[in-house]
């Protein structure tokens, strides 16, 4: 049979039908055409009308094909032959949106994502607005600062206030450039702003203006203070020295939209483009960070702390167990108390009590009930069953499986009763918890914070946060763990739901998370799991995927793909499409995403639906 060739793709040259004589020369452009295949960069011959307002970053409307595009403009250069080349026809603004650095970074993380220039440049800078532009001055070029370049994780210490950690950090500083602060949600900049309060701040929950003002100030002004959400890593600063990441583990740094790149790999790229220094902060690492850690790229500074760590490990199933009682009560005597839940809601399924059946809806979704006396209904269609029998075996009682925070915060409050219960989750998050007394019941994303700190925290079955099913379970349970540990007043204790033998245990109490990340990477690496692998998903049409497996097995034969890649699948994914995994060793990574690309390229040249991809997504399943 014979061997696919490489497909090899030429650069789109435009005809001219009607260029003006005067010309002063030629910008080079990136074309917002919509076409997945067309990521080239194009030329494209400058008026002299235009001449003055041409420069890298503004953006332009050009023809292309039979259409008119927006399109940016990269680089300018001298025009010597003008045969084929269309005229640029107007400027959007003549305010620059990028500098030659941002787009240089925009290019790379295009080239490594398997994306077009402009699907991460729509991430990469905000929404125009034309009355800002009109209020804005372009600024002059500013010379680089002179750096020395830093790479380290810096560890959160238990008892204390991380933002007032970061903004000291940040104080400490003094001059010599800009610093860029990513934090994992507007939650969190909105705590930093209470200690860093001349900051700008970068965030797609601001107004369309607002956002877009802030974007231009970063461009011309110095030695700044941005806090920003995950694509503010792309923010254009011309003096930029340090990039600061806040818990890089967290899922809200990976981009939603195609490509699926993420702000840690990002910022990773930009400080070595650039030459900045970053200083990633947390109370655990990712086993990403973790592995650049163990290799020597960056440096790793830990807190001399321990803690005060306690187990408890139910027998049967009981949300607390018999011993866990009187610590409790003790610290209630002191202040407010923190009780941890792993999942938001009432309960997650119904389980008939006779036959032990799990009860499903005629749709194949999952019943539930959402609270105390509510109406059975299905997790899905939302369909309501007012008189819910067994469909198996007819029997009218049922078991709650998988309590959330509301039913915990049922059960806890009759376990202590004479204590107010204040629930932190879901749609219903609280900021700051303001008494001296009292019970919380926060999911770990909506965790409040207490001026005086929490007089103890539980954390309640710690066992299924290391049991679920994804390859990031044991870092996710770690993460909340330690972070948890954060809202300690100084002497509390932490007293966690869990088997006795567990081996965070001692890593809490050492205040040493290395004790476990060791063991979860050589986990992971024996394996071949993420660290140590490339991994990208791609998306497909069940009636298409066996094709796409014998062309892989095909490249892989011929050499074009290596010989190491894992073809994983196919399996059903949620859209209903069938799912390939591909693993291959680190570095060999290029090469996967070389192929996977030119196979995309080829499928739009073929005007064929594009495979939905991620590379490097945050869970492989």
Known sequence: MAVARPLKLKAEVFRNRSLSSENTGIARVWVDSGVYHLDSEFDYAIPTSLDSVIKIGVRIVVPFGNRECEAIVLSRGVLKNQAGLKQIIKVVSAIPVATAESLRLIAEVSKRWAAHPYDVLRSAIPPRSAAVDKETVVSEKWPAPSRKLVRKYLQFPPAQDAYRLIADYVA??????????????????????????????????????????????????????????????????????????????????????????????????????????????GYSPSAEVARLIEIGWIKYQPVKASLTVKSFQASSGELLPSGIFTPIRSALKKGPVL??????????????????????????????QRGVGRTIECSLCQKKQMDWRCAWCQSQK???????????????????PG???????????????????????????AIPKSSTGFSAVILLECERLFSQSDVRSQERARGILFSSAGSLAIGAELLLVISHSHPVISALSAWKPSLITSRELRDRE??????????????IESGEAPALIRGLKSAQSSGRLPASTRILGPSQAASGKSRLLLLVPIDEGEE????????????SISKKTLASLRIDPYSLS
């Open 172 to 281: 400490a500083r003094g001059s010599g450039g800009s610093v860029l602060v990513l934090l994992p949600d507007s939650r969190s900049i909105e705590r930093l702003q209470e200690f860093i309060s001349n900051a700008i701040v970068l965030d797609s929950n601001l107004d369309k203006s607002e956002r877009y003002r802030n974007y231009l100030k970063t461009m011309r002004e110095r030695e700044l203070v941005v806090l920003g959400t995950r694509s503010s890593v792309f923010a254009p600063l011309p003096d930029l020295a340090e990039i600061i990441l806040v818990d890089d583990g967290a899922e809200s740094y990976y981009e939603q939209r195609s490509p699926g790149w993420n702000a840690r790999d990002v910022a990773a790229l930009r400080s070595e483009l650039g030459s900045i220094s970053l200083t990633l902060m």
């Open 526 to 539: 024996e394996v071949g799991f993420p660290p140590f692998t490339r991994s990208l998903s791609l998306e």
């Open 339 to 368: 009780f941890v839940a792993p999942r938001k809601g009432y309960s997650q399924s119904i389980l008939c009590t006779q036959c032990r059946n799990v009860s499903l809806c005629e749709c194949g979704g999952k019943v539930l």
């Open 592 to 603: 996967l995403v070389s192929l996977i690309h030119e196979f995309q390229r080829k499928r």
């Open 398 to 416: 049922f078991f709650l499986m998988g309590r959330g925070s509301e039913r915990f915060a049922q059960e806890i409050g009759r376990a202590f």
């Open 419 to 445: 204590f107010t219960v204040t629930e932190s989750s879901g749609e219903k998050i609280l900021d700051s918890f303001l008494l001296d007394e009292g019970i919380v019941i926060a999911t770990p994303g």
